[in-house]
């Protein structure tokens, strides 16, 4: 299935190391658990691409991150990655609204911009993958479907549940089922939460001096 282009007014600014703070800020409201190791993958895509641990080399080629802005606020965040030998494709990560301004539309907003900046930059097919693990993923799930992502199962569990991904046509095409081996995808994105070693987690005390 594809989705017709929409319009948001949200705005989607990148990252960069003067506003990582911001962006770490709007995260921790949304992934609590996971807020230390956001941060991670923050700092991580503003550094050199040789100093990322080897699996990530390996498997991401192209990896941003934004702030969702609408009438000067941050409201949410979002992100964007690709993967060495699926030029056609980008994956959506850490895509996420503001607890406080849930129930008025905007995560919607921030998704259709996400979909809109991946469009605008000639891919053929939106992917991400989530699990139906609490009530905000269902309800994200809900969301995905409403803008005409496929689901599509896997065997691969995350902390006990399914790994579903889901899959949208951007040039008026339906997306094809992905085919490649999707723990080696979501192993290269996220390896470096797993090494307490790797040079991220030393270059994050570093500079955050935590």
């Not at 409201?75 to 301004?101: A, P, R």
């Not at 605008?120 to 991400?128: A, E, S, T, V």
Request: charged letters at 20%; glycine letters at 6%; aromatic letters at 14%.
């Amino acid at each position: 299935m594809t989705v017709e282009k929409q319009t948001s007014l949200i705005n989607l600014t990148p990252l960069n190391w003067f506003n990582i703070l911001t962006a770490w800020r709007v995260a921790k409201n949304i992934f609590k658990k996971e807020a230390r190791d956001i941060l991670i993958c923050y700092s991580g895509s503003l550094l050199p691409r040789w100093i990322w641990p080897k699996t990530n080399r390996d498997t991401i080629s192209k990896l941003s991150y934004f702030i969702a802005i609408k009438d000067k606020q941050p409201i949410g965040i979002t992100g964007l990655y690709t993967i060495h030998n699926q030029s056609e494709e980008v994956w959506v990560d850490w895509f996420g609204l503001d607890t406080k301004l849930r129930s008025r539309g905007l995560g919607k907003e921030i998704m259709v911009a996400t979909i809109n900046m991946a469009r605008k930059n000639g891919y053929k097919y939106l992917r991400l993958w989530t699990t139906t693990n609490d009530h905000q993923s269902i309800a994200a799930n809900y969301l995905y479907q409403k803008l005409g992502f496929i689901a599509q199962e896997t065997a691969l569990k995350s902390y006990g549940f399914p790994v579903l991904i889901y899959s949208l046509g951007l040039i008026g095409i339906t997306p094809l089922p992905y085919e490649a081996d999707i723990t080696t995808t979501i192993a290269g994105a996220y390896s470096n939460l797993k090494s307490r070693n790797s040079i991220f987690r030393i270059l994050f005390r570093l500079y955050f001096k935590q």
